[in-house]
């Protein structure tokens, strides 16, 4: 495995896999500045095999699997040739095409551990903003902390502390607290035109008040302008989904399987 040093590194692994119409797959899609930062820490790796690349990228105590393939033979080749180790891939899409790349992972010892589901709805509202809930770079250690404690990492890519300082920076953080402690946080994004709801989670001390309603108006306030607001949820988290139907949001076919490799042990 070579480690990717830069963006220009990076880019001539991805670029040296033709785009075969019809056949072509990856579920990379990670942005430009994501994935400098990404080779900027050397947590980046690639495997190239004839018409694919795998890019393997470490979290906690295991790798997060990326692929770049011409077709299904080429992917299988290049998961046949991934180290003993711990994986888990996001893999993004929808029926037979998601199937398919779904069964090259699992001839090779993946295998399904959560799927999650996309729900959009338009143009959001606007209702009275509130600034007191925006955080500060200084709550990001904290907000880091209610995360870890609530999410499983194989299913939630839970950011670094460094990304909750970036984006309580960018005035993308939200929190409720009670005393020094939160009790509730929301955390998207915002381009151009489509708001991209990435968290938004209430203590389990704090349900009933109206936490969770206060987040959401916040998000909804803060992206007024945007035309499209989207989020994941797990597809079998059916309250979870009750609620954002209440909020506007509807499934839109597009699912994300999440498959894990175990560690293998002679």
């Given at each position: 495995?070579?480690?990717?040093?830069?963006?220009?590194?990076?880019?001539?692994a991805?670029?040296?896999?033709?785009?075969?119409?019809?056949?072509?797959?990856?579920?990379?899609?990670?942005?430009?500045?994501?994935?400098?930062?990404?080779?900027?820490?050397?947590?980046?790796?690639?495997?190239?095999?004839?018409?694919?690349?795998?890019?393997?990228?470490?979290?906690?105590?295991?790798?997060?699997?990326?692929?770049?393939?011409?077709?299904?033979?080429?992917?299988?080749?290049?998961?046949?040739?991934?180290?003993?180790?711990?994986?888990?891939?996001?893999?993004?899409g929808?029926?037979?095409?998601?199937?398919?790349?779904?069964?090259?992972?699992?001839?090779?010892?993946?295998?399904?551990?959560?799927?999650?589901?996309?729900?959009?709805?338009?143009?959001?509202?606007a209702?009275i903003?509130?600034?007191?809930?925006?955080?500060?770079?200084?709550?990001?250690?904290?907000?880091?902390?209610?995360?870890?404690?609530?999410?499983?990492?194989?299913?939630?890519?839970?950011?670094?502390?460094?990304?909750?300082?970036?984006?309580?920076?960018a005035?993308?953080?939200?929190?409720?607290?009670?005393?020094?402690?939160?009790?509730g946080?929301?955390?998207?994004?915002?381009?151009?035109?489509?708001?991209?709801?990435?968290?938004?989670?209430?203590?389990?001390?704090?349900?009933?008040?109206?936490?969770?309603?206060?987040?959401?108006a916040?998000?909804?306030?803060?992206?007024?302008?945007?035309?499209?607001l989207?989020?994941?949820v797990?597809?079998?988290?059916?309250r979870?989904?009750?609620?954002?139907?209440?909020?506007?949001?509807?499934?839109?076919?597009?699912?994300?399987r999440?498959?894990?490799?175990?560690?293998?042990?002679?």
């Open positions: 495995m070579e480690v990717v040093r830069s963006w220009d590194q990076y880019e001539r991805v670029s040296s896999v033709r785009r075969i119409a019809g056949t072509y797959t990856t579920n990379m899609y990670g942005q430009k500045s994501q994935i400098e930062r990404w080779c900027a820490s050397g947590s980046l790796g690639v495997i190239a095999v004839d018409g694919a690349v795998l890019l393997l990228r470490m979290d906690r105590d295991f790798v997060r699997v990326y692929h770049v393939a011409e077709d299904r033979r080429a992917l299988a080749s290049a998961l046949e040739a991934l180290p003993s180790g711990t994986y888990v891939a996001d893999i993004v929808k029926g037979s095409a998601l199937e398919n790349v779904c069964e090259s992972y699992v001839a090779q010892g993946f295998e399904t551990h959560r799927s999650l589901q996309r729900m959009c709805r338009g143009k959001a509202d209702p903003s509130n600034s007191s809930l925006v955080a500060s770079a200084r709550d990001a250690t904290l907000t880091h902390a209610f995360l870890e404690r609530l999410l499983d990492p194989l299913t939630e890519q839970i950011p670094e502390i460094a990304e909750l300082e970036r984006e309580a920076q005035g993308h953080l939200l929190l409720v607290r009670r005393g020094n402690s939160i009790i946080m929301l955390l998207y994004d915002l381009h151009g035109a489509t708001g991209h709801l990435r968290f938004w989670h209430v203590d389990d001390t704090a349900r009933g008040e109206g936490v969770g309603r206060q987040l959401m916040g998000f909804l306030d803060r992206c007024s302008k945007a035309q499209r989207l989020l994941w797990l597809g079998d988290n059916e979870s989904i009750a609620i954002y139907r209440h909020y506007g949001f509807v499934a839109d076919g597009l699912l994300d999440i498959m894990i490799k175990h560690k293998e042990y002679p």
